[in-house]
């Protein structure tokens, strides 16, 4: 199946900064890749869609000038959580679609956020 | 957002037992995923289901998509240890875009 690689795997920061989450196809070119969020014992949410050459599409009650979303090529999608706070603590997982006519999705392996 | 319902919501179960589990939705879905996550990473894919009735196999593994569109479940035959993990069914709704919405998900334990 498709890779999917996400950087940093897991990251602290202090409450008011910023952190940038990066996701990678490596071995197929996605021109949709979407973000997703999970919370502990809960299941995946979808935040938003990011879209190659266009705004990304956000799901409602998720803001977009805090979860910036920015998808600079076709293997290369980027999320930054912008002034963090606690509550933004969570798991975050992007996935792209893999390549065919059935289309299916593959993970990243997530990344987790603690902000203090 | 909208999520699927999953059932069981955990299982605890002895080595070798078949398990079952299934997801519902109250609107129809053109595509079923099965996935599992283990701690701390990403969901795996499983199995996926493109058209209503079809019944799919991947190792111990059996998967349905449900005649009505709205349902599917998942059979694990003869569990071992590495089973433990939750697993996560996944609608996609035609139409366009690729967006999943995931079920609940179902904890699996397994006592040897």
């Known amino acids: 199946g498709a890779v999917v690689s996400q950087h940093p795997s897991r990251v602290i920061c202090k409450s008011g900064t910023s952190v940038k989450i990066e996701c990678r196809s490596l071995?197929?070119?996605?021109?949709?890749m979407f973000w997703y969020r999970q919370f502990p014992k809960q299941s995946l949410m979808l935040m938003a869609t990011s879209n190659e050459g266009s705004k990304a599409t956000y799901e409602q009650g998720v803001e977009k000038d805090k979860f910036l979303i920015n998808h600079a090529s076709l293997t290369l999608s980027t999320l930054t959580v912008t002034s963090a706070h606690p509550e933004d603590s969570s798991f975050y997982i992007c996935?792209?679609?893999?390549?065919?006519?059935?289309?299916?999705?593959?993970f990243g392996p997530g990344t987790r956020l603690l902000v203090l | 957002g909208q999520q699927l319902n999953q059932s069981p919501q955990s299982m605890f179960i002895q080595e070798g037992e078949d398990v079952s589990m299934n997801c519902t939705s109250s609107s129809i879905f053109n595509t079923w995923l099965w996935y599992k996550q283990d701690p701390g990473e990403g969901p795996v894919l499983l199995i996926a289901?493109?058209?209503?009735?079809e019944l799919t196999s991947n190792g111990r593994l059996t998967a349905q998509f449900g005649i009505t569109r709205k349902d599917s479940f998942l059979n694990i035959s003869a569990s071992i240890p590495s089973d433990v993990g939750i697993y996560f069914c996944a609608g996609r709704r035609g139409g366009g875009g690729n967006k999943l919405t995931f079920g609940t998900g179902t904890q699996l334990k397994v006592e040897l």
């Open positions: 071995d197929f070119q996605a021109t949709t």
């Open positions: 996935s792209a679609p893999g390549l065919g006519v059935q289309e299916t999705q593959y």
């Open positions: 289901l493109y058209k209503a009735g």
